[in-house]
T-cell receptor, first 117, second 113 residues
Framework: AQKITQTQPGMFVQEKEAVTLDCTYD???????LFWYKQPSSGEMIFLIY??????QNATEGRYSLNFQKARKSANLVISASQLGDSAMYFC??????????????FGAGTRLFVKA | AAGVIQSPRHLIKEKRETATLKCYPI?????VYWYQQGPGQDPQFLIS???????DKGSIPDRFSAQQFSDYHSELNMSSLELGDSALYFC???FGQGDYEQYFGPGTRLTVT
């Protein structure tokens, strides 16, 4: 069964520093996608970055990058130059069976990030 | 850019009543996902539709049903509401069957009293 593990319930980072949020996953499928979402206190789910299992290069989107290590089944999110507005809950998610029509997407328990001024 | 639209944004119902949540995907997106997020929890996948057909099913109670219409909008129907159904319900949309990002709507906050 597919599973997402985020082992850091909460993290603190100093403004302007980089931070890594951990995510490991478990799947027997060969084609899957990994997502990171940000959920501020206002409640909306904001898409940050996506990595497909067949992508050879790590995904990057502005200050966000995904450190994808397929053999270790990890997909850590790196936020560079943290800003106060980055304080939020961050969820890692996975969708299996991309090439066989699978759509079920599971989420990790989330990591709450606090950025200190 | 156009985003996913959900209505209503807030809904208060009593136990045993019914509720209908609506989702309008991003234009050209043909896939819709529904999620339920309880207080302090991660989103739980309920059901998805691709090209107006149910494509996958998660932890959706039998009291709930959903469909995707010809214009790709989707509705989640919830009957015999229980207190435990109080949650934030998200709809997300994506394009195609392959590896594409899912974009979430703002959510509908359902409160059952």
């Amino acid at each position: 069964a597919q599973k997402i593990t985020q082992t850091q319930p909460g993290m603190f980072v100093q403004e302007k520093e980089a931070v890594t949020l951990d995510c490991t996953y478990d799947t027997s499928d060969q084609s899957y996608g990994l997502f990171w979402y940000k959920q501020p206190s206002s409640g909306e789910m904001i898409f940050l970055i996506y990595q497909g299992s067949y992508d050879e290069q790590n995904a990057t989107e502005g200050r966000y990058s995904l450190n994808f290590q397929k053999a270790r089944k990890s997909a850590n999110l790196v936020i560079s130059a943290s800003q106060l507005g980055d304080s939020a809950m961050y969820f890692c998610a996975m969708r299996e069976g991309l090439r066989t029509g699978g759509f079920k997407t599971i989420f990790g328990a989330g990591t709450r990030l606090f950025v200190k001024a | 850019a156009a985003g996913v639209i959900q209505s209503p944004r807030h809904l208060i119902k009593e136990k045993r009543e019914t509720a209908t949540l609506k989702c309008y995907p991003i234009p050209r997106h043909d896939t819709v996902y529904w999620y339920q997020q309880g207080p302090g929890q991660d989103p739980q996948f309920l059901i998805s539709f691709y090209e107006k057909m149910q494509s996958d099913k998660g932890s959706i109670p039998d009291r709930f049903s959903a469909q995707q219409f010809s214009d790709y909008h989707s509705e989640l129907n919830m009957s015999s509401l229980e207190l435990g159904d109080s949650a934030l319900y998200f709809c997300a949309s994506s394009f195609g069957q392959g590896d594409y990002e899912q974009y979430f709507g703002p959510g509908t906050r359902l409160t059952v009293t």
